[in-house]
């Protein structure tokens, strides 16, 4: 999130001059996405806390624990320092385009052209009765197929000879 941030920074720098409103709601985005990144370092920092007082209730389990929570530590403060930059670099712009629009050096752009709409062609009199005519649900157009297409019915009793003792049935008649 902290380099989505930084490259929005880097990207509204080179463009705020043209497009100050696009830029401010860029900026007001990528301010968003940092109190999201601040948010999760909060919670990192409450996990590395109960980390800390689970080592300290059984240290003789956690041998290596120490070094591996002095590493993260290390990394939280590290990101930590980025974030407070990132933040600084990007509420200095913000408000660098917003004096600028209030001053009037900044000329705001013109929303884009409209663009036309797509305008179908009127359906042929065979397509608009086959619509007309077809079921909104799919069962609904299935059912009238599946009932066509019935199979015959099979007999209630059907009568098979009893086996004899020499393992071949007797010819029916």
């Known amino acids: 999130m902290i380099d989505s941030t930084l490259r929005t920074v880097t990207k509204s720098e080179r463009c705020f001059h043209r497009r100050p409103l696009?830029?401010?709601?860029?900026?007001?985005e990528a301010s968003g996405r940092l109190v999201d990144a601040s948010?999760?370092?909060m919670r990192a920092l409450r996990d590395l806390?109960?980390?800390?007082?689970?080592?300290a209730r059984a240290p003789e389990e956690a041998a290596a624990a120490p070094e591996l929570l002095l590493d993260v530590t290390e990394r939280w403060v590290v990101i930590t320092t980025l974030l407070q930059q990132a933040?600084?670099?990007l509420f200095?712009?913000?408000a660098?385009?917003?004096?600028?629009l209030e001053s009037g050096e900044?000329?705001?752009?013109?929303?884009?052209?409209?663009?036309e709409r797509i305008r179908l062609a009127p359906r042929p009199v065979a397509i608009r009765a086959f619509l007309l005519r077809r079921q909104p649900r799919v069962v609904d157009r299935i059912a009238p197929i599946l009932r066509r297409r019935r199979r015959t019915p099979r007999p209630a009793a059907v009568r098979v000879p009893l086996r004899s003792l020499l393992g071949r049935a007797p010819p029916l008649f």
């Open 87 to 89: 933040s600084d670099g």
């Open 39 to 41: 948010d999760q370092l």
């Open 106 to 115: 900044f000329v705001p752009e013109q929303p884009a052209a409209r663009r």
């Open 22 to 28: 696009r830029t401010s709601r860029n900026l007001h």
């Open 92 to 94: 200095a712009l913000h």
């Open 96 to 100: 660098n385009v917003l004096l600028g």
């Open 49 to 55: 806390a109960a980390t800390n007082e689970c080592i």
